[in-house]
Every structure is written in structure tokens, then in C-alpha cells.
């Protein structure tokens, strides 16, 4: 596609159930990463993905998150038994590969509130 | 460990005046340096990235920076504010391989 797509846009989830946040990065994109945004703060990194390498997972807060990546396509973040802290905009972001003088393009995120 | 500052976390200026917002990273090697805008209710936009070269950069919406590595510094500048340049900037590093680490952001009000 044109661009990064998120989805869903916005969630809103009970405490203590799972939720799924998918990403569709850049096609042809071999680098991609997930941050999260709380009200009013920057961004926090979770987990990065470059191609076929093992990706850098040391960002992800607690056992609760977890990612996958389908080659170098879709990935889905999954948060499990959700907590009000996690609500925040989780942002997924890919480049055409992991140099970093390569811009890195920014989907519009998903909106999660943890009720 | 890699960081990035921005020691400013909420800057308001006229519109029409000049702009500077400040950035300030530690890293052990000369790193790619970027500026993001995010706009209210929209995702991040590159404003302009530094790797190598000419030390000022000109970037988008009229926005330049300068790397000076003696002050491991990467200052956003703009001479006249526009009101629609009201939002949040980023500062952030990448690095070869590794993930971006982003500053906390400064929030930018703009006066009529």
C-alpha cells in the first residue's frame, strides 16, 4: 500500500481481556517497528523487526505483550489480560531496510483504552 | 546508553516569530539524527534527517536544523512560526541496525 496501515484505528477493551493490533507496513519495507504513545508523552519503544533476523524485543514492557511478524509483511502485537496502563496509541512504524539514514514512515496508530 | 533529550517540553512563541527547539543526544558514534512532527490527531511526519554532509539541513514547512557535534546538539529552527506549525516535535536517533530512540517531545503552542 501507500502507506503504513493500522488497525483496528480505535479499541476499547475491558480490563483483563487480550486485544490484537495488526500492522500492514510499506510493501517491500524489510524493517519494522512498534512503539507506544501515552497521553501526552513520547514515544516508548517496544520491539523491532529487520527482515529475517531475530527481532529486538528488549522495549516490551512485560510478558503480557508479545509480536509477530509474517515474514516481511503483517505484524500483530498482542497485548494479553490488559491493564489500564496499557491504554495509550500504539504506533507501528517500517523502513525499507534497518539503516537508519532510510526514513521511517509512521501508520497513524491505534487508539486503545483499557476500561 | 543512547539518549535522547529535549529539554523544553512546552515552547509558545507569536506566530510570526522564530523558532528554536532543542535536541540533545548521547551516543558513542556520530548518529543519523531526525526531526518528527505530530499534528493534533495525526500520526508523525518527517520533518527533515541528518547522516552525513553539509551540518545544516533543510527540511519541510520551511524548518531547518543544525548538527553540531561538539555540542552533541540538533536543533530545530524556523524564522517566522505559522500558526499551523502548532503540534508536537520529536527528536530522534537511529542507529545501524537497532531501533530509533525518540526525546520526549516538546509541544509547540503558536499566539495569533
Known amino acids: 500500500g501507500a502507506g503504513v496501515s493500522q488497525s483496528p484505528s480505535n479499541k476499547v477493551t475491558e480490563k483483563g481481556k487480550d486485544v490484537e493490533l495488526r500492522c500492514d507496513p510499506i510493501?517491500?519495507?524489510?524493517?519494522l517497528y512498534w512503539y507506544r504513545q501515552r497521553l501526552g508523552q513520547g514515544l516508548e519503544f517496544l520491539i523491532y523487526?529487520?527482515?529475517?533476523?531475530?527481532?529486538?524485543k528488549s522495549g516490551l514492557p512485560s510478558d503480557r505483550f508479545s509480536a509477530e511478524r509474517t515474514g516481511e509483511s503483517v505484524s500483530t502485537l498482542t497485548i494479553q489480560r490488559t491493564q489500564q496502563e496499557d491504554s495509550a496509541v500504539y504506533l507501528c512504524?517500517?523502513?525499507?531496510?534497518?539503516?537508519?539514514?532510510?526514513?521511517?514512515?509512521f501508520g497513524e496508530g491505534s487508539w486503545l483504552t483499557v476500561v | 546508553a543512547q539518549s535522547v533529550t529535549q529539554p523544553d517540553i512546552h515552547i509558545t512563541v507569536s506566530e510570526g516569530a522564530s523558532l528554536e527547539l532543542r535536541c540533545n543526544y548521547s551516543?558513542?558514534?556520530?548518529?543519523?539524527l531526525f526531526w518528527y512532527v505530530q499534528s493534533p490527531g495525526q500520526g508523525l511526519q518527517l520533518l527533515l534527517k541528518?547522516?552525513?554532509?553539509?551540518?545544516l539541513v533543510q527540511g519541510i514547512k520551511g524548518f531547518e536544523a543544525e548538527f553540531k557535534r561538539s555540542q552533541s546538539s540538533f536543533n530545530l529552527r524556523k524564522p517566522s512560526v505559522h500558526w499551523s506549525d502548532a503540534a508536537e516535535y520529536f527528536c530522534?536517533?537511529?542507529?545501524?541496525?537497532?531501533?530509533?530512540?525518540f526525546g520526549p517531545g516538546t509541544r509547540l503552542s503558536v499566539l495569533p
Open positions: 512504524a517500517s523502513s525499507l531496510d534497518g539503516v537508519p539514514g532510510n526514513t521511517i514512515y
Open positions: 510493501s517491500g519495507h524489510t524493517a
Open positions: 523487526f529487520q527482515g529475517n533476523s531475530a527481532p529486538d
Open positions: 551516543y558513542g558514534a556520530t548518529p543519523y
Open positions: 541528518y547522516f552525513s554532509g553539509d551540518t
Open positions: 530522534a536517533v537511529g542507529r545501524y541496525g537497532q531501533n530509533f530512540v
